[in-house]
């Protein structure tokens, strides 16, 4: 099938795919079409921009993308969603059916126990695959909850094994790792690079605040073999007394629950594509997988719950050692005070900054952000854009910028996409959108922009598109747009648009440049 | 003021308007929030003027002050003012700031006392700061305000008629019929149907509402319209829309523009003048265009470069400011922007709380191993009050002169170093009697005015103020760059 | 959003919104069928009073009266035991009767115009005035909000049976005697303040909003602000409120003539004082007075059938109540 192909093709360039996507609200004053069969696609570390005025649907679909679009009164009716090649929506009729009798009347199945697998899984890819940034971050964050905390509480969902691997690491220092890693430094000239190495080491064994101290140590002037007894002492003195065997067992734990997820994962995959012998096999291992992990975590839960010193404790330190970073990550200043404070204590930037901080703790390949700079100062959202940039850069984590703001589109992305009510009208390089748009929407919402670096001009008014933005529960016929635009002809009523490649990379659904019509 | 002979009549007049607002913790009184701290500028009829700043710089509270929905806690509002003694009023008062603005030997209290005497009747007669809500009542007929956000400015209860008739009903003595008329004209000259009189409200969308209130503001034709941020919660179409109506209205009636935004963009367009504002004052003041291309402030230029603009091709020379807005109710002492100012001088206002952090940083022995023959630093005590900071260390030093030589050695060293301007602003190094420490004195800061720097265009820095102050060459060079280039 | 407001509809001129805004309301108020089952069934109950209120004969009432003093009249032996619901007699007799024979099932009926009467009363009054207060002292804070807000706590931290017993004794001291009017002074004295703190902190809230800044840049006043603009807006809040309270109302209003705050006798239909009445013959059995036979352990209906009809009332108004809250609210909900 021309999908399966496409997906072969562009397998390591494109990280996230909507193919076919479509979003309902069922209301008691009818549905709400929402989205209407979107499709487009992110490339991997890539910025794209998603534009469009307030009811286009460009926020239902980074909530429809993470799933998290409230059910009821919503639901994902439509489409894939592929994120680094997994549909994580999975098989739409298994999870519920809908009887639609009338706009008002609509009955919904729910199959519970597939739900509930849908969003363990599911929680594990946000987070971890993809992560969210919202427009106003103090509605995003716990009010009651400190900072730090929060942080921490992102971390530990997502990235348990990890943190138990450092401290595990740390506890089982030994000289020979201590002097072979010396001996290293040693032949490494230049101070910048001695400090990526040691920043590395001290990561991978979870000593980082042991980094200044080890940069002094081997710039100084004493013998190689005292440099090694140094070396040893203060490894030691980093070392927190932990008990070892807490830390073990909360990772064979983890490393269960890992397994079990994967196995998951797996037999969605399979049920997809109605592979009964792989999904019953699959299924089996699953059920040897729980029934050995029965008798472990009885007795562990009981001590994690029990003795948390021993074992919480640990994490939580280390946890919050990563927090730290993070917040001198974003920028920051006093991140030690930080840490402590709570949401209602900080300013706007800063609070956006540690919810960028948030998003970023578990290394999400792909970054949403709804309208992250909307509620913040022209200067405060410069600096917010120019952190988003240069993460972007740094960890070559792809972005879906969602903004009404083409100003700010113009600056921060490669490829963007033209929302109305519900459809993308158009697609296209950034430079392309700007200078020769081609849809009556972009059209006219370009013109409609006042600009800050043109000369005033008394006389002059702003194009306006007349009318207002549909009513999504009963939305115009054909192609949505045509009772505001200029260029209208008689099929736009009656029929709508196929998003059409025009020329390379640039995407257009209007019947002025294509005669091809959407298929429902 | 020679060149504005030719021009219209000046219609409104505010000088030195402040608002403060008392912080109260239950009984106790914590402190003020000095919204708007002392602003002066003056509208000709028929123009706009724009006001444009961001969270905390009180625009909105400027809006309400004038608007006479606040009490001003200072200042004047001179409204609806003949036109010749509207000059007479404004040189007076410009005199009266000039005279008590002056520091030092040069201040004059009795030439403050005769222009005080000579404007107190004046002030009784015609501003509008000190008159109760009774008297004020009358004079509201001439200047409305609009609203930002459309969904809570309109009286979910009321029919849309109601809403727009109110003024009429309770400024003129209009009868109900010709009310109703000119309800009717209203609504068709903004652009909706006259049967929409009898809807509520929510029955309409956010630009709608908008035009709602625009129309209950011009019902009664004010002379002034206090627009705030009319256009900030609605979509770009929509805003455009709304703009355009604007701009219609202001034609045809010759209305006064008050224009109050954060988006730049719209008050380029929008504005014949537009004045910045920061923390409570306003910081420049110029015709438009003359603002965005040849800017005079540190910030106007940092809040120019930050708007990004919708061409990719733009290359913008941007200037990231550091740190965040501070709390309008600890502003910074001098120039209120000076801790974040790229090009700030030592006199700008650095204060003891400024230098504790880089004073401490200046001890980290990575940073300025020659400092670690000293003892260690126990404890640096600030003193606002007395503009100095001591620094006590753990235990005496062996030689007072020789740490004094050290220290300033390094204050040197740092003020070498980029953002090292702040170290400039240290007068003297003062040893402890104890031998355990010394105390840093600090320059006592200057506080920058508004002044007429070129004709039609202020600013208040003090990059400007002759003889001290010295224009860096790199700023004012670069300040007749346009911010953007392609 | 409602109807396409660009499409201009011709001889629209003098629409009722209010109307509009009603009938989608209940519309809406009739698909939750439970809350409408309440409020079909509180309908019933006041239609019942009014109608007794109206046209006393149709009850019987004054039947009811001459036939009590006609009862009272004669000598009625102490043993003489409650007659156990039947068919004979009239349906006079569907529900048996209490003590000295009252039948009690017009006793109810006739109760109703009592008990709903005054519970209509003591929150309607209690309503007005903690409106007014807790607009006014929300709209203009400051030290009037202070004194109120205090005066509130004060109201509310005493047990509110306590307070409601204790103004009634000392009420009754003051008033004429032998008239529920101090039962219905005390309540409402104690009913006002949830009033005026619920229209205290919506008044706060619209307060900030921009359109009573815009009513005081047209002109108005800020005492005509507090009635034209804050307190309609308020309203939608309390009418919840007011619903709900009548349950309540009424529940207590009977259980403090349940206590003894009797008004006009032993004898006057009001549904506390049934229920008291009817209360001791729960002890005893029920006998055939020729054979001595028991034929039932105890004598219930004196006291469960007017406790049943308190029930249905309380339990129906609440539901109303709470249907309209959900309706209420945001309405776009499904």
Known sequence: MLVEDKLVENEEAVYLRVENLSTKFFTSKGIVKAIDNLSFEIRKGEIFGLVGESGCGKSVTALSVMDLIQDPPGRITHGKIYIDNFNIIGDLDRLAKIDVRSETDVRIKRNKRMIKRHNEILSKIRGDKIAMIFQEPFLAMNPVMRIGEQISESILLHNRIDIANSIIRRENIDRGKSDSFIEYLETIKGTERALKEINVWTREYGVPDAELKIIELSRSALSINEKKEKMYELLLAEKRGVNLQAVFEEREYFKDREKLLELNMEMTGYEEKNDEVNARRVGEEIKELRRGMTGRNISFLLKQKLMKKQYERPFLQEARRRTLELLKLVNIAGAERVIDSYPHEMSGGMLQRAMIAMALASNPKMLIADEPTTALDVTTQAQILELIKNLNTVTDSAVLFITHDLAVIAEMCQRVGVMYAGNLVESAPVEIIFSNMKHPYTIGLMASVPRADKKRDKAMKLESIPGAVPNLISPPTGCRFHPRCKFKMDICSEKKPKLVEIEKDHKVACFLYSNEVEEN | ?486 | MDANVFAAKGGEKKRNPGLDNFITTMKLFVKTRIAFVGMIITLIYFLIALLDAVYPQYLGVTNLSSMLAFLHGQSVSASAQPIAPTTVGGWYYWLGTTEYNIPIFPSILASLKYDLGSSLLIVALGAATGVIIGTIAGYFGGLLDEIVMRITDIFFSIPFLVFAIAMAVILSRVLPSGSSIDVIIALTIIWWPIYARLSRGNALTIKSLKFVEAATASGSSRMRNVFVHVMPNVLSAVFVQFSLDLGSIVQIFAGLDFIGFHIGGVFFPELGNLLNIGQPYLAQPYLNLTTGQVLSSTIWWPIVIPGIFLLIFTVAINLMGDGLRDVLDPKLRR
């Open chain 2, 1 to 486: 003021m020679e060149s504005d002979k030719n021009q219209k009549n000046i219609v409104l007049f505010v000088t030195n308007l402040k608002k403060y607002f008392p912080i109260t913790s239950g009984f106790r009184n914590k402190g003020v929030v000095k919204a708007v701290d002392g602003v002066t500028f003056w509208v000709r009829e028929g123009e706009t003027l724009g006001i444009v700043g961001e969270t905390g710089c009180g625009k909105t509270t400027l809006g309400r002050t004038i608007l006479r929905l606040i009490d001003p806690t200072d200042g004047e509002i001179y409204y609806d003012v003949p036109s010749d003694e509207m000059e007479n009023i404004i040189k007076l008062e410009t005199e009266l700031q000039e005279k008590k603005e002056r520091d030092g030997e040069n201040k004059n209290d009795t030439e403050v006392e005769t222009l005080l005497k000579e404007l107190i009747p004046l002030r009784k007669k015609y501003s509008l700061s000190n008159k109760s809500n009774k008297e004020i009542i009358q004079k509201r007929k001439i200047m409305q305000p609009v609203f930002q956000d459309p969904f809570s400015s309109l009286d979910p209860r009321k029919l849309v008629k109601d809403i727009i008739a109110e003024p009429m009903k309770l400024l003129t003595d209009m009868s109900n019929e010709e009310i109703e008329k000119r309800t009717a004209d209203l609504l068709s000259e903004i652009g909706l149907n006259e049967d929409h009189m009898y809807r509520f409200p929510h029955e309409f969308s956010g630009g709608q509402r908008q035009r709602i209130g625009l129309a209950r503001a011009i019902s009664i034709e004010p002379k002034l319209l206090v627009l705030d941020e009319p256009t900030s919660a609605l979509d770009v179409s929509v805003q455009a829309q709304i703009l355009n109506i604007l701009k219609d209205v202001q034609e045809r009636r010759g209305i006064t523009y008050l224009f109050i935004s954060h988006h730049l963009s719209v008050i380029r367009m929008m504005s014949d003048r537009v004045a910045v504002m920061y923390l409570g004052k306003i910081v420049e003041l110029a015709e438009t265009d003359r603002l965005f291309t040849d800017m005079l402030h540190p910030y106007t230029k940092a809040l120019l470069s930050a708007i990004p603009v919708p061409d990719p091709k733009t290359k913008v020379q941007r200037v990231v400011l550091e740190g965040e807005i501070p709390s309008p109710s600890d502003p910074p002492k001098g120039c209120h922007f000076h801790p974040r100012c790229p090009v700030a001088l030592p006199v700008c206002g650095w204060s003891p709380r400024d230098m504790s952090g880089p004073l401490q940083t200046m001890f980290d022995q990575f940073r300025n191993p020659e400092l670690s023959i000293l003892p260690e630093v126990n404890e640096i005590v600030v003193d606002e009050d007395g503009n100095s900071i001591e620094i006590k260390f753990v235990s005496a030093v062996k030689s007072s002169d020789e740490m004094v030589n050290i220290i300033n050695k390094v204050i040197e060293k740092e003020q070498s170093l980029p953002n090292g301007v702040k170290f400039r602003s240290i007068k003297e190094i003062i040893p402890a009697p104890t031998g355990d420490g010394f105390t840093i004195k600090l320059i006592d800061p200057k506080v920058p005015h508004l002044r007429e720097i070129r004709p039609g265009h202020f600013a208040s820095c003090l990059l400007y103020d002759a003889p001290e102050g010295n224009t860096q060459p790199e700023f004012a060079d670069v300040g007749k760059q346009a911010a953007y280039s392609r």
